[in-house]
Every structure is written in C-alpha cells, then in structure tokens.
T-cell receptor
Framework: AQKVTQAQTEISVVEKEDVTLDCVYETRDTTYYLFWYKQPPSGELVFLIRRNSFDEQNEISGRYSWNFQKSTSSFNFTITASQVVDSAVYFCALHVLYNTDKLIFGTGTRLQVFP | DSGVTQTPKHLITATGQRVTLRCSPRSGDLSVYWYQQSLDQGLQFLIQYYNGEERAKGNILERFSAQQFPDLHSELNLSSLELGDSALYFC?????????????FGPGTRLLVL
C-alpha cells in the first residue's frame, strides 16, 4: 500500500529562521513521483515541486530546497530564512506510476512564521 | 493562478439537497481530477476523467457523481447532502494524466451543508 506520513502537525518559527518539513513515504513500486504543495490561508493548493524516483539530486529554488533520499524514503522540504508569507499548510504527495492517477496526500504540516 | 477555474467559490445548502460544482481545466489539459478536503479525512481523491471518459475512481460516495463534457469542463454532482459532506472540493487538471505529470489545482469550492 502507498502512504505518505507528515509527522509534524504544526511548526512555529520566527521570521528568518530556517525550517524543515519532513515527509516520509511508503511504496513498493520503483517508479513513482513525489510532490509538495502549499495551501496558504486563502485555501488554494499551489504546486511547488515534482520529483521522480530516479532523480535523487537535491533541488534548490530560491529560499526553498528539497532533499530526496530513497534510502530513508524521505522527501524533506527546507525553507531558508523564513518569511511571514511562508505561513501555510504544506502537503507532501505521492503518485505511483502504475497505479491509478491519483495523488496520495500526507496530512499536511501547518507552518506559522511569526514576525 | 493555476489556470484551473472552479465555480462557485462558496456554497451553502441544506441537508438533503443537491448541488453541482463546476470545473474548467487548464487550456490543453485533457484530464480532470476531483478531490475532497475535510477536517477528518484530509485530502482524498474522488474521481478522474480523461477526455470525457471516467479513468479512475477513489473514495467517492454513491450519492456523488461526475462527468466531463466535450469541451472538457467537468461537473461534480453531490446529492442527498449530509452534514458530513461539508468540505473543500478541489478540481485539478493535467495534460493527459499519469504520474509523470503535475496536477494543477483550482481554487476550490467550499461547501457548507446546514
């Protein structure tokens, strides 16, 4: 069975702190895709990144970075120098290529960045 | 802006009623997905359509149905509504479906059943 675990329900930081959001996934398939989405207070789901299971290179996009480690089945997301606008719920999701086309979401981590 | 549109943004109705949620995918996308986000169940996949045909079904209740029209917009019909159906309903789209593609989400329809 496929599963995504985001053990951190809520994280609070002060602006400019670095913060890492954890994501652990389970699947027996060798081909799969991992995603992160952001849900700000306005409610929409904003795509952040997609990573396939054959590409373990870390990715950096501005203040955002992602660490994919197949050995630990983790796909963690780090925000460097956090800002108040980063306050949102962040979801990690899994898509197994040879399953239905659905995304399996974790329960989300609510990040609150205080000024 | 993801390019996926959903109407209405908010919907308040009573138990036992029927509502229709509408979704227009991004230009060129053939696949439409519906997800439900509730406090107790989190984000759950309901159903997927590809080019007018149902492709996959998730945890969709029998009281719920969906379709995708020739112009590729989709509608999710919820009937005999119960209090527990109150949730945020998202539509997403991708070009042709499959895990190698990103699903882009609309802003959601917030349904409140009283």
């Amino acid at each position: 069975a496929q599963k995504v675990t985001q053990a951190q329900t809520e994280i609070s930081v002060v602006e400019k702190e670095d913060v890492t959001l954890d994501c652990v996934y389970e699947t027996r398939d060798t081909t799969y895709y991992l995603f992160w989405y952001k849900q700000p207070p306005s409610g929409e789901l904003v795509f952040l990144i997609r990573r396939n299971s054959f590409d373990e290179q870390n990715e950096i996009s501005g203040r955002y970075s992602w660490n994919f480690q197949k050995s630990t089945s983790s796909f963690n997301f780090t925000i460097t120098a956090s800002q108040v606008v980063d306050s949102a719920v962040y979801f990690c999701a899994l898509h197994v290529l040879y399953n239905t086309d659905k995304l399996i979401f974790g329960t989300g981590t609510r990040l609150q960045v205080f000024p | 802006d993801s390019g996926v549109t959903q109407t209405p943004k908010h919907l308040i109705t009573a138990t036992g009623q029927r509502v229709t949620l509408r979704c227009s995918p991004r230009s060129g996308d053939l696949s439409v997905y519906w997800y439900q986000q509730s406090l107790d169940q989190g984000l759950q996949f309901l159903i997927q359509y590809y080019n007018g045909e149902e492709r996959a079904k998730g945890n969709i209740l029998e009281r719920f149905s969906a379709q995708q029209f020739p112009d590729l917009h989709s509608e999710l019909n919820l009937s005999s509504l119960e209090l527990g159906d109150s949730a945020l309903y998202f539509c997403a789209s991708s070009h042709s479906g499959g895990g190698q593609e990103t699903q882009y989400f609309g802003p959601g329809t917030r349904l409140l059943v009283l």
